[in-house]
């Protein structure tokens, strides 16, 4: 038998003496602004009933949870959240305090991640909450704070977005579409894929509220998104443009307080945690590919717990930041590496005063990777068109990592699983990346632009001479896309077994092993001249343009830039 003695579980690990010192340096500057605010700490136990995680609302996916059962059959979960339990605590062991009530909290969190995507299951989190108080004004502090809380760790950049959940809800609530197409409908506005979102608007009545969800997760940036916001919501609903002048209140205060453009606008901001009711806004620093804070007002949250309170707050991943901390010391030591997407220099030493300093904003460098092989040729043309000098991706040879001189940015040639991968990670800001890989492969991205170009198709294919949907017994189906396939066939209801194959998928049927293939198909040439024919097209693929959900705020200019260079001369 294998013992795993020697290693930790994935999305866990060791913390040595560094990373401690950097969590413990953040730490520390966080609990001196939350208590300098008058927040005082508390904790809540590891392990809950599961109920808690399970109120009709069902904040929290189940397979998102770790669960256990206790000496009595009961069923646990392991900690996924802060906030949950701290409304549990406030409903039942201060209910009945002055209000409002000023909490933090340092502990971890562990939520189950997808296989082997790097993602920490086991997550340090700080946060606050007020609870008690639906005034304006929290609003404002608890931002504030949330400001002051980055501006103290990650000094040279970070950026905060502020949203309106009740806008998407409103919306929502509004447009005659059924279940499925509405959750397809969040996908597509929470990874900005404006594309899709318009095809399956398409299929709603062409109503002034789908008009409106096909705008919304473009109203995003500075004030001009707000303006734009406006001009939408006039004169085609009484409740969105309350919400807007809440969010426009907001922002004129923080815009107030120095913050320069560290504030920006997302009215597509939508894959918050499910509880939050109106104002929800996330962070943004450097040296790090995702959100590292979240936030926003959760009025409805203590109704589950008996109590009806108001309340707003926000959490930090901790590790996040102290990440960010040992790179930017790292590149200040002068370690041999060059200053990464997104940073404009060295940053200033850190300081301890949480004043929330605006650094200058240079053009920032945007790193590009790029699919080898037969989407490099069109997409490099696409460049050349684009008046970039692609000369040295012309003439390559086996460098794999290129500038494009006379501009901000370089290109990195990758496989394209691999685009994606860097793009998640923040280590390139944009991928260009066929629909295929991404259909495939999923994660967390926006997906901004179909670039017209690597047009080809899904399909079920099989041999010409068998009749595939005859017989009884379950199809084998042999394919490089599995997860397509099999929701492909789950959608038609259809038993199948899959089985994976790395390339040339032709020969599984060739050979005896499989009834059919589920591939890619451009000219159609390799089916035909393999005895193959295609029984059922799937979906229409071609390459995209997707960024970096970090890179896409805090270089929102260089990025709509490109994009807009991009569309000029996208294929048709
Ligand atoms: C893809 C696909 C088909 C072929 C289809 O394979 O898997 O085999 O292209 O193109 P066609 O319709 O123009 O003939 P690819 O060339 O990427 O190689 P692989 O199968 O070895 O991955």
Redesign the pocket.
């Known amino acids: 038998m294998i013992r795993n003695d020697k290693i930790t579980p994935e999305g866990t690990g060791d913390l040595l003496f560094l990373e401690c010192e950097a969590q413990n340096a953040v730490i520390g500057l966080l609990r001196e602004g939350f208590e300098k605010r008058g927040y005082r700490e508390v904790r809540t136990p590891g392990l809950e009933f599961y109920d808690v995680f399970s109120s009709k609302a069902a904040y929290y996916r189940p397979e998102s949870m770790y669960k256990l059962t206790d000496d009595r059959g009961r069923l646990m979960a392991v900690r996924p959240d802060s906030t949950i339990p701290i409304a549990r605590m406030t409903a039942t062991k201060l209910k009945g305090s002055a209000l409002p009530i000023r909490i933090y909290y340092a502990q971890q969190v562990f939520r189950r991640q997808p296989e082997l995507r790097g993602k920490r299951a086991e997550i340090m989190q700080m946060g606050i909450e007020l609870i008690g108080d639906a005034a304006f004004e929290s609003d404002v502090e608890i931002l504030t704070a949330a400001a002051e809380s980055l501006a103290a760790c990650s000094p040279a950049l970070f950026r905060i977005e502020l949203g309106h959940v009740g806008v998407f809800n409103r919306l929502m609530s509004l447009l005659e579409a059924g279940p499925e197409e509405k959750e397809r409908i969040h996908g597509h506005i929470a990874a900005k894929n404006y594309a899709a979102l318009s095809d399956v608007l398409e299929g709603t009545p062409q109503t002034d509220v789908a008009e409106m969800l096909r705008a919304l997760p473009r109203l995003f940036g500075g004030a001009e998104a707000l303006e734009e916001a406006r001009a939408l919501f006039r004169g085609r609903d009484p409740v969105l443009p309350e919400m807007l002048a809440y969010l426009e209140r907001i922002y004129g205060v923080l815009r107030g307080l120095d913050l320069g453009d560290r504030i920006m606008i997302d009215l597509g901001l939508v894959n918050q945690a499910e509880y939050y009711s109106s104002l929800a806004f996330k962070g943004y620093t450097d040296f790090s590919g995702d959100a590292v804070l979240f936030g926003g007002r959760y009025d409805g949250l203590f109704k589950d717990f008996g109590e009806d309170l108001p309340a707003t707050g926000f959490a930090v991943h901790v590790d996040a930041l102290a990440d960010g901390r040992l790179k930017r010391s790292l590149a200040a030591c002068g370690a041999p590496r060059e200053p990464g997407p997104g940073e404009p220099g060295l940053p200033p030493s850190e300081s301890k005063a949480p004043a929330p300093a605006v650094a200058p904003q240079e053009t920032a460098r945007l790193r590009i990777a790029l699919t080898k092989?037969?989407l490099e040729d069109a997409v490099v043309a696409m460049l050349a068109r684009a008046g970039c000098d692609v000369g040295l991706l012309r003439d390559k040879g086996r460098r794999l990592l290129l500038p494009i001189p006379g501009t901000n940015m370089e290109v990195v040639l990758a496989k394209a699983a691999d685009v994606i991968t860097y793009v998640e990670h923040g280590v390139c800001d944009v991928g260009v990346v066929g629909k295929d890989t991404i259909a495939e492969r999923g994660g967390v991205y926006y997906e901004i632009l179909d670039l017209g170009v690597g047009k080809?198709r899904f399909a079920l294919a099989a041999r010409a001479d068998a009749d595939f949907y005859g017989g009884f017994g379950a199809k084998r189906i042999a394919t490089?896309y599995p997860n397509v396939a099999s929701s492909w066939f789950e959608s038609k209801g259809m038993d199948v077994e899959i089985i994976r194959i790395?390339?040339?998928?032709?020969l599984a049927p060739l050979l005896g092993l499989a009834d059919g293939i589920v591939?890619?198909?451009?000219?159609?040439?390799?089916?035909r001249e393999n005895g193959l024919t295609v029984i059922e097209d799937i979906r229409p693929v071609s390459a995209r343009m997707i960024v970096n959900v970090a890179s896409m705020k805090l270089k929102k200019k260089e990025i709509d830039a490109l994009a807009a260079n991009l569309q000029e001369v996208r294929g048709e």
């Open positions: 092989g037969r080809c490089k790395e390339g040339s998928v032709e591939d890619i198909v451009e000219t159609g040439g390799t089916l």
